[in-house]
């Protein structure tokens, strides 16, 4: 399973990454602080899903949602509101 | 773009080009070095890129490498007096390539088989790029900003996609250190005027939407690449490498624990 999380925070993005991965040995799971490179990566790369939050600096969750959805019909996306 | 490091040599290249594309802005240089700097430093785009192949300082196949690490989807046409000895390595970067001396025809060849054809960005819009630095083009040349906050205010509206943005919010981010007061809500109001003033020198309009003490900019009224990677343009996606609108601090996407508001 392909997961793609994305938080500006940093210290956020290693504790949710470092808990997902948690979940088993064929959980692959890619990390961004940045959403348009996110956006990037999921338009070039197989993704399952997607962990982010409504609003982040530089592209909003929803907008994220959107685009990759473009390109990985059957993704999941999960939103966190801070 | 045209580089070639022997000035008699680019000045053929150059003619070359003009004679068949007279409407296209051109950007010559004998030096790779300044070449290269210019385009990373947002100067101008290079939809195409005459390169000499043979150059004393950095070969055009370098050069051609290099540009290409920033934009990836510049056109690349060599410009050589050899074809014999181009190998592999420059038919994977080229669209195409040309004999020295350049010949309008054979320019004009080129350019009408490019391999990423360049969509005509003439729609009379200003051309507005976020990724890497923030720059501003009209006609294919950068507007002129007489003071860099000036542009720092538009690159803050365009930032905000459309959002309106009152006096208070926007002193507040251009002079972060400073308590708002009337003096900078004035300061700020001279700005505007600045960049209403900058835009209509340069003919353009549109661009910004002002109501009392609330300022935005027309998304419609401009192209833009951020806004072309939000609505999903393949390309626009792909060129993005991770700067956006570097030299502003506002502008940082990473946030720490400190930063949260």
């Known amino acids: 399973m392909n997961i793609l999380v994305i938080d500006n925070d940093p210290a956020e993005l290693e504790r949710l990454t470092a808990c997902l991965q948690e979940k088993g040995a064929d959980v692959k799971v890619t990390a961004f602080t940045d959403p348009l490179l996110a956006v990037k990566y999921g338009y070039n790369n197989p993704v399952d899903v997607v962990y982010a939050k409504t609003d982040m600096r530089g592209l909003g969750g929803e907008d994220v949602a959107r685009l990759l959805r473009n390109i990985h019909p059957d993704i999941r996306i999960e939103l966190q509101d801070t | ?261």
């Open chain 2, 1 to 261: 773009m045209a580089v070639d490091d022997e000035p008699i040599a680019l000045d053929v290249l150059c003619r070359a080009i003009l004679e068949t594309e007279p409407d296209c802005s051109l950007f010559p240089f004998t030096d790779p070095w300044t070449a290269l700097e210019e385009v990373r430093r947002g100067s101008f785009y290079p939809d195409v890129a005459f390169l000499d192949v043979e150059m004393f300082d950095m070969t055009g196949l370098e050069l051609a490498k290099r540009l290409k690490d920033i934009h990836g989807g510049v056109n690349i046409v060599f410009a050589t007096g050899y074809p014999e000895y181009m190998g592999e390595a420059f038919h994977m970067h080229a669209s195409g390539y040309i004999l020295k001396p350049a010949a309008p025809e054979n320019v004009r060849r080129e350019l009408d088989d490019l391999r990423r054809p360049v969509k005509r960005q003439d729609d009379g819009r200003l051309r507005v790029q976020c990724f890497g630095n923030f720059e501003v083009f009209f006609r294919g040349r950068p507007l002129n900003f007489s003071r860099s906050k000036t542009k720092e205010l538009l690159a803050y509206l365009v930032n905000r996609r459309g959002a309106v943005c009152t006096v208070r919010e926007l002193a507040a981010v251009l002079w972060e250190d400073k308590p708002n007061s009337p003096a900078l809500q004035s300061h700020l109001r001279q700005l505007v005027k600045d960049l209403t003033d900058t835009l209509a020198a340069a003919d353009v309009h549109g661009v910004l939407l002002k109501r009392r003490g609330r300022l935005a900019v027309m998304p419609d009224a401009f192209s833009c690449d951020y806004y072309d990677f939000i609505h999903g343009d393949v390309r626009m996606v792909n060129a993005y490498m991770g700067e956006y609108m570097a030299q502003y601090s506002w502008a940082e996407f990473v946030v720490g624990y400190l930063d949260r508001r």
